[in-house]
């Protein structure tokens, strides 16, 4: 009997172990194919060179530079509506019906899949604002056809929960008795918060900020109409008049590292010919968000250690 | 040590602020309007009108994510449900065409392009839960072993070594897995089980699981750690094994959790865009058989979109194709949800 229970358990602990090794060797599986495959392609020039030959020749600059820019462009709108957001939720909301509303909100815009974005990208900031905008500053056609600036936007809609959820973990990280402390000095709610939360909570911040910047990199879906292009033969930079400084186009389109691959993998005319240098853009792809991702999680490893001393 | 940090930072800016508004002695002296008192309370009454603006900011920020959830809906049921006007509602279901024995049959066909659009939703719906169904199956066996693994088998080191590598699983773009299934896993699945489409449900499914399988097995973990030492405790004092007590305690008590995580998941496989829009072969057919080309709605909407004339039947079909995912995808969130509160309350987290 007792023999039986203890077999039971070892094949149950083993059971257990076996699934955890088959989803590790998924990831193992999908890092090594790209990287055994992908190494040999990675030249300085294929990363500094324009695509030529129909795609089949030449590198991918022109794909890195935008999926740059338009990271750039979705942070700045999502950090800081996040981190005000996540602000409200903690030191301001409570515990009431508001606050559990809010949250609700945010935990199902997280699962808001990202065909929807897309979706409500080109309903909402293309047909709605840009259009509006447009027909009020009588510029015809400008801002209401798909642009970076739109795609940025969507994707920052998207990143918008991964940025309040980790600001609001890194707030609650700071103890009470700091913000007690404070008060009792006489300071007002906004100094407690601009002066002794938000200071300790930075590293946790930064944290969501790399996590949504590896997430938006990633998405493919929510650009694919709302601003990337199969190929532009220009980069989306204008100079500023009497200045002659160069500067993002955010009302241009743009090229996407995971766009391209997409348009390469299935859209291209002969996808074998392809082929090498699909795998050079996953590799790059995928390197850029595990830098990311990396440095995010090993931030975090470190500043919940600080924080358990 | 972090504490005295922040409580000097205040005081220090404290003696900035005070000094810096009061005036100096001499015109006190003079004048009864700018007594050292009254700046005092003019400083006060200026940082309470601040305070009052910058708590409506914020709540104007917080409130961010209501709006875009509240947009979100009415954008896409604005739109979609002008397909209605265009289109007859018999004609989401099927069409009646004539066969090619010349007979005349209701067939279940997605076909907008045409001289008469066909806008039936039945091969588009069976084809997301053909594709979602699978992956969730196989991602709940995978992503719950994972998690009790970590929760209550492996030791400390060889979790902080695994858990990250699942994380990383859940860093992985999309479009990635989506383009590895069609590059190599769909030539493995043939082979394998001699399939007619090299691209089909089943491979879809596949890369689909590897998107949740993080999912359910982050949460399944949180779950099961959560749940208080006391049981674990007592069962272990009733003579129970490990494994008796996570099978018959543990798992029990964490059995919202998982079902929350599962049901998260499953929201997950219906919305997945990219990998279903390139490892499933997009064929809309009426099916069941897992190794069969099927369409879901995600790639449908992803394929059709750009090709389409803002205006027509087929747009406002493919808007209505994303307040159906919405729908689908809103309600599993929301059930999810409520039961995870409902864990809570119970566990008193």
Not at chain 1, 177 to 199: C, D, I, M, N, W
Request: aromatic share 10%.
């Amino acid at each position: 009997m007792k023999k039986n229970r203890k077999l039971a358990g070892v094949i149950f602990e083993n059971i257990c172990r076996f699934f955890t090794i088959i989803s590790l060797i998924a990831v193992v599986l999908i890092l090594g194919s790209l990287f055994l495959k992908g190494k040999g392609l990675i030249t300085w020039e294929f990363l500094t060179t324009e695509p030529l030959d129909g795609m089949t020749k030449g590198g991918i600059f022109p794909a890195i530079f935008g999926t740059i820019c338009v990271t750039v462009l979705m942070i700045i709108f999502a950090l800081p509506l996040g981190v005000a957001s996540a602000i409200y939720l903690v030191e301001y909301a409570g515990t009431g019906f508001l606050a559990r509303t809010i949250r609700a909100a945010v935990n199902n815009l997280a699962g808001v899949p990202s065909i929807v974005f897309g979706l409500f990208g080109v309903g909402f900031f293309i047909l709605f604002v840009g259009r509006n905008i447009d027909k009020v500053l009588q510029t015809g056609l400008l801002f209401g056809q798909p642009a970076m600036l739109w795609a940025a936007a969507t994707l920052g809609v998207l990143v918008l929960p991964v940025v309040i959820v980790s600001t609001e973990e890194a707030l609650r990280a700071v103890p009470l008795s700091h913000r007690e402390a404070a008060y009792a000095l006489g300071a007002t709610k906004f100094q407690v918060v601009s002066r002794v939360v938000l200071p300790q909570s930075l590293s946790g911040i930064l944290t969501g900020a790399i996590l949504s910047v590896s997430r938006g990199a990633g998405e493919t879906a929510p650009i694919l109409f709302t601003g990337c292009a199969y190929f532009l033969p220009r980069l989306p930079v204008v100079t500023i008049p009497y200045l002659n400084i160069p500067m993002i186009n955010p009302l241009d389109q743009f090229m996407e590292l995971s766009y391209h691959l997409f348009i390469m993998a299935t859209q291209s005319i002969d996808a074998q010919a392809t082929r090498p240098i699909q795998y050079g853009t996953a590799f790059i792809l995928i390197t850029l968000t595990f830098i990311l991702n990396l440095s995010a999680i090993s931030l975090r490893i470190y500043f919940r250690r600080r924080h358990k001393r | 040590m972090l504490s005295t940090r922040g409580i000097n930072h205040t005081i220090r800016d404290e003696r900035i602020i005070l000094p810096s508004t009061t005036p100096p002695r001499k015109e006190a002296s003079l004048s009864l309007r700018d007594t050292p008192l009254r700046a005092k309370a003019r400083h006060r009454l200026k940082l309470k009108v601040q305070e009052f603006f910058i708590e409506k900011f914020l709540f104007l920020n917080g409130l961010a994510s209501i709006i875009i959830i509240a947009l979100i809906f009415v954008f896409l049921f604005r739109t979609g449900i002008k397909a209605f006007i265009e289109i007859k509602p018999l004609q989401f279901i099927g069409t009646h065409i004539v066969d090619f024995s010349g007979q005349e049959v209701f067939a279940y066909i997605w076909q907008p392009v045409g001289e008469q659009g066909k806008y039936s939703l039945i091969p588009l719906v069976l084809g997301s839960l053909l594709v979602a169904i699978p992956a969730t199956i196989i991602a709940t066996i995978l992503g719950l072993g994972t998690g009790v693994y970590l929760a209550e088998i492996a030791s400390r080191r060889v979790r902080e070594l695994i858990k990250p590598a699942v994380e990383l699983l859940a860093g992985i773009p999309t479009i990635i897995i989506g383009f590895l299934c069609l590059s190599s896993l769909g030539t493995i699945i043939q082979n394998l089980f001699h399939t007619t489409f090299r691209l089909n449900a089943f491979v879809g499914a596949l890369g689909v699981s590897l998107v949740i399988i993080p999912v359910i097995a982050t949460i399944t973990e949180d779950t099961i750690r959560a749940i208080p030492d006391d049981l674990r405790e007592a069962a272990y004092a009733l003579g129970a094994t490990k494994w008796e007590t996570t099978w018959r305690v543990l798992i029990p008590a964490g059995i919202s959790g998982i079902t929350a995580a599962i049901l998260l998941g499953m929201g997950r496989a219906i919305g997945e865009t990219m990998i279903v829009l390139m490892a499933t072969g997009n064929a809309a057919i009426v099916t069941l058989n897992i190794f069969s080309s099927v369409r879901t709605m995600t790639a449908t909407i992803a394929g059709e979109l750009g090709a389409v004339a803002q205006g027509s039947a087929q747009y406002y079909a493919l808007f209505l194709v994303g307040a159906t995912i919405f729908t689908f995808t809103f309600f599993l969130n929301l059930v999810s949800e409520i039961i995870v509160n409902r864990m809570r309350a119970k566990l008193k987290l």
